[in-house]
C-alpha cells in the first residue's frame, strides 16, 4: 500500500504543492489548514508521515507535534518560513525527525520524507538483522527496533535508533558529524551540523531520563563517541 502523509500548512498553495510533489512520488495525501484538523485527523486515521508547517495560526506546528508526542510517534517534517535555529532546535527536541525552510524544493522534500519513511518503517531486511548490540547496560535489538538501559525501554525515534545503533556497532571509535548521519540517513541528503546536535541532545535526553548520564560524549574539534553506558 502506498504510504499515506497528512500536510499540516494554513497557504492552499503550498498544500497544494506539496500533496502534488508526493502523489506524484506514488503516496496518498491529505491536506488540512490548521493544528487542531490535524490532530483530529491523526486521531481518526494515523497517516504514514505529517509535514507540518511550524507558523500556522492558532495552533502553531510545535504545539502540534507536543501534543501528538503524547500519544504517538509518527514521523514530522517541520516546515518554516523562517530559517531561525530556535524554530529548527525546538522542533527537533520535541520529536520532530527533519527541518524544511521556504522556500522549498519540492524534489528535496520528497527525498526528505523518503528518507524519513524508510528509517521509520524499513522494507524486511535481507537477511533480518537479528544481532543485539549491548554496551554497558545499553542494549539494542534492531530486529524488534527496541532499545533499553539498565532494563528500562526507551522510546527512540527511527533516526534516533540508527544514530545510537552506529555508535553501538563501533563503540570505540570517535564518529564525526558526517558519520552519524551516515548512520541515520539514506542516500546523499544534507543536514546542517545544528541539526545533528539537536539529535544527539535529544538521545542524551532521553538517556538521563533513565538513569544513563555517559552515553555519549563529545569529543572537542572531532566528534561523538559511545559513553561507558554503565
Known amino acids: 500500500m502506498p504510504h499515506h502523509i497528512l500536510v499540516a500548512d494554513d497557504d492552499p498553495h503550498i498544500r497544494e504543492v506539496i500533496c502534488f510533489a508526493l502523489e ?35 495552533m502553531d506546528g510545535l504545539e502540534v507535534c507536543r501534543r501528538l508526542r503524547n500519544t504517538s510517534d509518527v514521523p514530522v517534517l517541520f516546515l518554516s518560513a523562517r530559517d531561525e535555529e530556535i524554530d529548527r532546535i525546538l522542533g527537533l527536541e520535541m520529536g520532530g525527525d527533519d527541518y524544511v525552510t521556504k522556500p522549498f524544493s519540492p524534489r528535496e522534500l520528497v527525498a526528505r520524507v523518503n528518507v524519513i519513511l524508510r528509517r521509520a518503517r ?11 548490540f549491548a554496551h554497558g547496560k545499553l542494549t539494542l ?21 540508527a544514530i545510537l545503533k552506529g555508535f553501538l556497532a563501533r563503540p570505540a571509535h570517535v564518529l564525526d558529524r558526517e558519520a552519524v548521519m551516515a548512520n541515520a540517513y539514506a542516500g546523499k541528503i544534507h543536514v546542517a551540523d545544528r541539526t545533528v546536535d539537536s539529535h544527539i541532545r535529544n538521545i542524551r535526553a532521553k538517556l538521563a531520563v533513565v538513569g544513563c548520564l555517559d552515553a555519549i560524549e563529545t569529543v572537542h574539534g572531532v566528534g561523538f563517541r559511545l559513553g561507558r553506558c554503565g
Open 141 to 161: 535489538a534492531p530486529a524488534s527496533h527496541a532499545a533499553a538501559f539498565d532494563g528500562k525501554p526507551l522510546a527512540l525515534t527511527g533516526i534516533e535508533f
Open 24 to 58: 506524484k512520488a506514488g503516496m496518498t495525501t491529505l491536506g488540512v489548514a490548521d493544528g487542531a484538523a490535524a490532530l483530529q485527523e491523526i486521531a481518526r486515521r494515523a497517516p504514514d508521515l505529517v509535514v507540518l508547517d511550524i507558523g500556522m495560526p492558532e
Open 122 to 132: 524499513p522494507p524486511a531486511p535481507e537477511p533480518v538483522d537479528d544481532r543485539q
